[in-house]
């Protein structure tokens, strides 16, 4: 019998296909403000598939913004979103609903909601596409035991640690198997110990499923740890790439005042004599 879940699965297929030879996300000339304050100027830039893209760049600068226009939460001024060859920037809800399928968001503060067990909120979206149930709890069993919380299915939110929620909303995130994840600020408020733990994870969805993202983050320790470390198959575990190896499917953004000022890679961005950069590095 063909289950909502195969169709699912086609849909999501018939998305990465459609345009083969489109990035993942692309923005051009993008602007946006609010109450006549300019947030993004003229902002242009290509994420490849397969590519992870660390924005950095200081607090109220727009990085949530500009997640929220690549899932179309958010329409931009003037410019254009792209997101695997369709233009979200232009798209009705009810299609930008189905793009979504596709698209993993990892929320500021993770945002669970508080009335529902871990199984429902990771399963929320599953829920709402009338996937059978049988079929929710596997997935959903699928997406913990990935982010390593499988006992937790009946728990609430309150009951769980910081690290352990924002595990949550990871696992949220990847139900769908998504082809893009947009990560804002994943290790925001945890502790180091707590934020190396997700580091580990959002290197091992890199690297295990090869996911194009964009990962927001204040910590520029996280953000480097992306650029030297891999998930090695055999240890099962997160380890350093060879001294001097930076992976290579990982590059940096950066915004300042409103602008996109760095697009490029990881030795580009600490050789760069920008005073901004070398000031935000040091
Ligand atoms: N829906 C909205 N309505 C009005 N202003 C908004 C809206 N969303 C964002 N802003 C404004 O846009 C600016 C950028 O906000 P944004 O949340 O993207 O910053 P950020 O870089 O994510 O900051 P942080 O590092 O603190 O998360 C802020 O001045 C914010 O107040
Ligand atoms: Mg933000």
Redesign the pocket.
Known sequence: MATRTAEFAEEQKSILEAHPDAPAVQFEHVSIG??G?Q?LEDISFTVKRGETRILL??????????L?LANGL?KPDSGQVWVFGFEVSAMREQDLFRLRESIGTVF?EGALFDSMTVRDNVGFRLMEEHVPDAEIDRRVTEALRFVELEHTLTKFPAELSGGMRRRVAIARAIVTKPDLILY??PT?GLDPITSTTIVELVIKQRDVSHTSSIV?T?RLQDAFMLATHCFNQEAKAVTPLPEGELDASTSFMM?HQGKLVFDGSTRDLVRSDDPFIRNYLS
């Open positions: 609010f109450e304050k947030v760049g200081p607090a109220g600068v727009g990085k949530s913004v500009l929220k958010l500021q804002d600020s925001g927001v204040h915004l």
